[in-house]
């Protein structure tokens, strides 16, 4: 695993654990804190090496990477394809309507399924993905409003998204100064403006948010990723 990628994250997950979000936000979820054996086993797994291609999405989604500690993390493929299963704290104070169980959610992460199974289907085992691939969050945190609504970082107070982007722009170029991808590909629009801000010399793709939000996304999604990589020469 590359010490320098374990020791921006862990900076990474200091800093943002110091920051303080007032109402809406009700609740902040740190997975780096938490779910930290799990997101380090990740990382000793599949981290180590340069990679000529890194994803980028956006922040951890409540029964993914909120759950399991690993970026667009679906249960039962991170369990079973990623081969990373381990024990997983609780966040304090942890809402009620979303609580953490880690490997024993029974929810699944809609988005992370989609994802990591386009990548199953198009590598067949993680080893094979993770040779030149890579996959990153921004931004590592969780936001809750008292409803257990979710709130993702672009809809923070200005004052809010200063500090919390300034930390987690700095884990980006460190990153992605030490996995030296060729490609960056960003997972939706956000992802995108944080490339384009920290990268602004480096080749720079765009692809769908697998999010079943997006009416788009829910039209063939992995199709649709899949010829427009290869179009572009990634794949």
């Not at 862990?10 to 110091?18: N, Q, Y």
């Not at 945190?141 to 987690?168: H, I, W």
């Not at 692809?207 to 063939?220: E, G, K």
């Amino acid at each position: 695993m590359s010490r320098a990628l374990l020791n921006a994250t862990r900076s990474l997950a200091e800093e943002v654990d110091r920051l303080h979000f007032g109402e809406p936000t009700a609740y902040v979820y740190n997975p780096l804190v938490y779910a930290r054996e799990a997101h380090e086993q990740y990382l000793r797994q599949f981290g180590s090496g340069r990679k000529r291609v890194v994803f980028l999405g956006m922040n951890p989604g409540p029964w993914g990477m909120a759950q399991v500690g690993v970026p667009f993390g679906e249960i039962g493929l991170v369990r079973d394809w990623l081969g990373i299963d381990c024990a997983v704290g609780r966040p304090d104070p942890e809402h009620p309507k979303r609580p953490i169980t880690g490997f024993d959610c029974q929810r699944s992460e809609v988005s992370g399924r989609r994802f990591w199974g386009l990548m199953r289907d198009r590598f067949g085992s993680a080893e094979a993905f993770f040779a030149d691939h890579f996959v990153l969050n921004y931004c590592p945190l969780v936001f809750m409003e008292a409803s257990g609504r979710n709130r993702t970082p672009d809809k923070l107070p200005a004052e809010e998204r200063q500090p919390l982007y300034a930390a987690c722009d700095r884990f980006l170029v460190r990153a992605l100064d030490v996995l030296g991808a060729e490609i960056l590909i960003a997972v939706g629009g956000f992802a995108e403006h944080c490339l384009r801000r920290n990268a602004p010399d480096a080749r720079i793709l765009r692809i769908l948010h697998p999010s079943p939000a997006s009416p788009a996304a829910n039209r063939d999604w992995a199709g649709v990723v899949e010829v427009g990589l290869e179009e572009e020469g990634v794949w």
